[in-house]
T-cell receptor
């Protein structure tokens, strides 16, 4: 089973920031936090990952708390195309263990 | 090619028949993964390859499922004597190195939608 906890669903208005939370209270010191998303009928797409420091790329920002027990993925200006299921994953072992994720609906 | 390629994209088979699903990973990617996604569910890990070896087969649901990888490239997932509960999208992913361990991204194919009737 996935070791992360995410809300089942969230809504966000187009053009606003989408803040997706994730709890990963069992994460160990050398495990990364990964975020992927899956748009309907497509394979998952990598968004971002981090270990301790906050990270930013062209898609999103990742804020990791100092104790590393939770993180927030920020899509700064959500568009309709960002409607998807967002997965927060603790990276351990060989493979990524996907949970149920958060279904984000971006509305006009 | 530029990405992970899976074939066929759709497969309808009769219960009891065998099926083979193919995955062409990104060239040079040593790690390859198979996942299963049932309708409305999350991704279920099936098997991981490092090169041509499969150190982790723990996710294969039964002995009807098997997978192989040759030439550190193409992988085939075989399901024997298919059952209706095997109906799902089967996703393949590859990464340069094991993605869970060292913080690299995994690239996914579009999946094979398997329907057992």
């Amino acid at each position: 089973d996935a070791k992360t906890t995410q809300p089942t669903s969230m809504d966000c208005a187009e053009g606003r920031a989408a803040n997706l939370p994730c709890n990963h209270s069992t994460i160990s010191g050398n495990e990364y936090v990964y975020w992927y998303r899956q748009i309907h009928s497509q394979g998952p797409q990598y968004i971002i990952h981090g270990l301790k420091n906050n990270e930013t790329n062209e898609m999103a920002s990742l804020i990791i708390t100092e104790d590393r027990k939770s993180s927030t993925l920020i899509l700064p200006h959500a568009t309709l195309r960002d409607t998807a299921v967002y997965y927060c994953i603790e990276g351990s072992g060989y493979a990524l263990n996907f949970g149920k994720g958060t279904s984000l609906l971006v509305t006009p | 090619g530029a990405g992970v390629s899976q074939s066929p994209s759709n497969k309808v088979t009769e219960k009891g028949k065998d099926v083979e699903l193919r995955c062409d990973p990104i060239s040079g990617h040593t790690a390859l993964y198979w996942y299963r996604q049932r309708l409305g569910q999350g991704l279920e890990f099936l098997i991981y390859f490092q090169g041509n070896s499969a150190p982790d087969k723990s996710g294969l649901p039964s002995d009807r499922f098997s997978a192989e990888r040759t030439g550190e490239s193409v992988s085939t997932l075989t399901i024997q004597r298919t059952q209706q509960e095997d109906s799902a999208v089967y996703l393949c992913a590859s990464s340069l190195v094991p993605s869970g361990q060292v913080g690299t991204e995994a690239f996914f194919g579009q999946g094979t939608r398997l329907t057992v009737v």
